[in-house]
């Protein structure tokens, strides 16, 4: 049997003993908070009054906004966001106020006596509304090339419209929290569930008035984030950090399942409209595309996640002339924010169902379109960055061959001329992933690297653990780098007194940007062992080796030309100890070259692409609308991976969690701005039922041209598209039954009957 990586975690995991924010045992003195939270999703806020329940049994405190010793504000990117609203209240279930004490329980009944005077507005909750109105965070977004009004008149073929794709909710398994503990003086130590350890610092600081030095931010691992974590959780920690700094007292905040899907922001619905031409071979000539999203209440990460679905809204296709508008609207809904992919998939969507109607419309191969409409090697983006890897051709024709295209495609049709009550579909989804955040100053990383007396080492970057084993992949760099067994590497906690200024886990960038901080550290300890690794050769076996000459392997040292004779790794950090060599490092990186001009809608946002594409079929069944998932195949380009298992994982994971977004989840709002959908029972994901009958997944070890860490690409967000194939196979299928059908998303068993209604 081959032997397995190394898996941080997994151990841990599985036998339940990893560790998570909360779950530890309580501490001395530690007060409970509960919130007050906003029962209307727009209202003047008049007055709150705690009198009364300040007198409840129990309560040691209540904080609203009057209590806030520095600034009442958390926008980051725009500041637009109180912590707590003192005029308008903005979306439902927004806090209001914090209510301190020892019983969770007590705590939960006073928040019931707290009144509340407001005047009810009329919520805004529907995105085009909200665009009429010109309810934009910031001025309309363009990117543009070529002469589109021209080669849209001069098309032999157009198609107009507009296409909508929903919210989602993160689910991830471990809520909103944070656990906040005063120290000497002004200190505070948080540990928050969070994805940007640097933002949560810079901006309680600003809450509390306080010098940024005095917040240590700690986070030792995460029960998933998905994006739900990068801009969100600062909210939650901001107000346990307040209720800690005000009482003196350590303060705990976790929000329950209920209040977690009901008022935490969630993927952007996108509302698209569309003109694209194209000519009788199905050639590509022009898109016009508007793209709106509903932002919610407050910016949050709106502008940054609508500027990302612009940037894919051609996905993997030459189109010679195009125009991308964006709007991101505000909305008295909770404040819409990152969600794996952020914005790609919503763009992408778009295209693809496009795609798919003019392969309906000529009735063409559908993979056969979309591969003579391909990016070629030496074409540009429609904001010019270069195209310099162009897989896409190859990778279709991969997953022709694994899939064994052509006979599936007989199968489908055979079936599907034998059966009346039943229907099969194929679907495509091909992707071109951009990585990099697109906020250039954001890529660049730190590492802390320790070298103890024995020989083994400690490790910490500004990388969070959220179950996507950054923490195994930077060990790993680390290993290759000193020759060291993984189980001599311990990643730490990300933590701001060791690693300051941490961009956000996001992006996903968090291998990249911190497996290369991480190397770069290791280097320079290797440099500052190379003089006591020849010194030591030399004394015990007398071979004189140059420094390029010696290798670091199973935690051993050698020279190249005399591998036999070897010296432990731990002995050579003793020798170098004793002759007072630094043990540790500081490693920084950068990415390379990224920028974008905003107003020219021109740059090179993106280090590199991600490439690959996924085709699945279903069968569904004409009386129900139910579907089964029969096949999915997968091809996916990666570079050199570090650790084949964790990116499989990643791969299959973003899989069926989009496949969940366009066929299961359905987020449901009242005309009030409440949510409906707010727990298992009434928001259906996927379950380990929906993995397809066959799946397979190909990693294509791509030469990769453009490539990161070590060679390895970029895994967490990419293969989030590869869903979409579920929802075109389900159209198809719809299609083979009721050609005039038209689909809504997601496509859960009731929009297929919606749309096979009428056959
Ligand atoms: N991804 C995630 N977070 C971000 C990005 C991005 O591209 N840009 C700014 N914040
Ligand atoms: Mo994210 S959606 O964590 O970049």
Request: aromatic residues 8%; hydrophobic residues 40%.
């Amino acid at each position: 049997m081959r032997k397995l990586p190394y898996h941080l975690s997994g151990k841990l995991h599985v036998t339940g003993s990893s560790h998570f924010i909360a779950d530890e045992a309580p501490l001395s003195g530690m007060l409970y908070a509960k919130l007050l939270l906003a029962p209307v999703a727009h209202a003047r806020l008049i007055f709150i009054d705690t009198t009364q329940a300040l007198e409840m049994p129990g309560i040691v405190a209540i904080y609203t906004a009057l209590d806030i010793p520095g600034e009442n504000q958390i926008g980051h990117v725009i500041k637009d966001e109180p912590l707590f609203p003192t005029e308008r209240i903005m979306y439902l279930g927004q806090p209001l106020a914090i209510v301190l004490s020892s019983d969770p329980l007590k705590a939960e009944r006073a928040v019931k006596q707290i009144k509340i005077e407001y005047e009810e507005l009329k919520p805004l909750l529907d995105v085009e509304e909200s665009d009429r109105a010109q309810q934009w965070y910031v001025p309309q977004r363009k990117i543009e090339c070529g002469d589109v009004e021209r080669a849209l008149s001069e098309s032999e073929y157009q198609l107009s419209g507009s296409i909508e794709s929903g919210g989602q909710e993160h689910f991830y398994m471990e809520t909103q929290r944070c656990r906040a503990i005063p120290g000497e003086g002004q200190q505070l130590t948080l540990y928050t569930a969070t994805q940007s350890t640097m933002e949560v610092q810079e901006v309680l600081s600003h809450v509390l008035g306080i010098q940024a030095h005095n917040i240590i931010i700690d986070v030792p691992r995460l029960g998933g984030a998905f994006g739900g974590k990068e801009r969100n959780a600062t909210i939650w920690a901001c107000l346990t950090g307040l209720a800690a700094f005000l009482s003196r007292r350590p303060v705990e905040l976790v929000l329950t399942r209920d209040e977690d899907m009901l008022i935490t922001g969630k993927r952007h619905p996108f509302k698209s409209l569309y003109k694209i031409g194209f000519d009788g071979k199905g050639r590509l000539q022009a898109l016009d595309l508007t793209l709106l999203a509903n932002g919610g209440a407050y910016a949050d990460l709106s502008i940054a996640i609508l500027e990302r679905a612009m940037f894919h809204a051609e996905n993997i296709y030459r189109i010679p002339n195009v125009r991308i508008l964006g709007r991101a609207c505000c909305t008295n809904l909770p404040p819409n924010t990152a969600f794996r992919g952020f914005g790609a998939p919503q763009g992408i969507f778009v295209i693809e169902n496009l795609m798919q109607k003019i392969a309906e419309q000529l009735d063409l191969d559908p993979i056969m379109l979309r591969k003579q409409n391909c990016y070629r090697k030496g074409d540009n983006t429609p904001y010019q960055q270069g195209v310099v890897e162009a897989s896409s051709p190859h990778i279709f024709e991969r997953l022709c061959q694994i899939s064994d295209y052509d006979d599936l495609k007989r199968k489908v049709q055979m079936f599907n001329a034998n059966h009346t009550d039943c229907k099969q579909g194929l679907g495509i989804a091909p992707v071109k992933f951009g990585i990099s955040f697109t906020t250039a100053l954001l890529n660049q990383a730190s590492a802390l690297l320790w070298i103890y007396i024995d020989g083994t080492a400690s490790l910490s970057t500004g990388g969070v653990e959220m179950g996507q084993e950054v923490s195994t992949k930077c060990a790993l760099v680390v290993s290759r780098i000193l020759g060291l067994p993984m189980d001599k590497i311990r990643v730490e906690s990300n933590n701001s007194q060791r690693v300051g200024n941490a961009s956000p886990t996001a992006a996903s960038t968090g291998s990249d940007l911190n497996g290369n901080a991480a190397k770069n550290a290791a280097l320079q300890i290797r440099g500052n062992l190379l003089p006591a690794a020849q010194s030591l050769l030399k004394e015990r076996y007398d071979i004189t080796a140059k420094q390029e000459d010696i290798l670091f392997a199973d935690y051993k040292i050698f020279a190249k030309q005399d591998p036999e004779q070897k010296i432990a790794f731990s002995e050579l950090v003793r020798y170098a100890y004793n002759d007072r060599i630094p043990l540790a490092a500081y490693g920084y990186y950068k990415t390379p070259k990224v920028h974008f001009d905003r107003e020219k809608g021109i740059g090179e946002p993106f280090h590199y692409f991600v490439y690959g594409a996924a085709l699945s079929r279903v069968e569904i069944d004409l009386l129900t609308g139910e579907h089964q998932l029969l096949d999915t195949f997968i091809v996916h380009e990666n570079g050199q991976s570090l650790h084949d298992e964790i990116d499989r994982g990643q791969i299959i994971g973003a899989f069926i969690q989009s496949y969940g977004w366009c066929t299961m989840e359905e987020l449901v709002h009242n005309d009030q701005g409440r949510y409906l959908s707010v727990n298992p029972s009434t928001y259906k994901i996927p379950g380990i039922r929906d993995i397809p009958e066959r799946l397979v997944v190909e990693m294509l070890p791509s030469p990769a041209i453009q490539a990161s860490v070590l060679g390895s690409k970029a895994t967490g967000e990419p293969p989030f598209i590869y869903g979409l194939s579920v929802y075109f196979a389900i159209r198809d299928a719809i299609k083979a039954s009721n050609p005039e059908a038209e689909t809504s998303f997601p496509l859960t068993p009731e929009a297929v009957l919606k749309a096979l209604e009428g056959r």
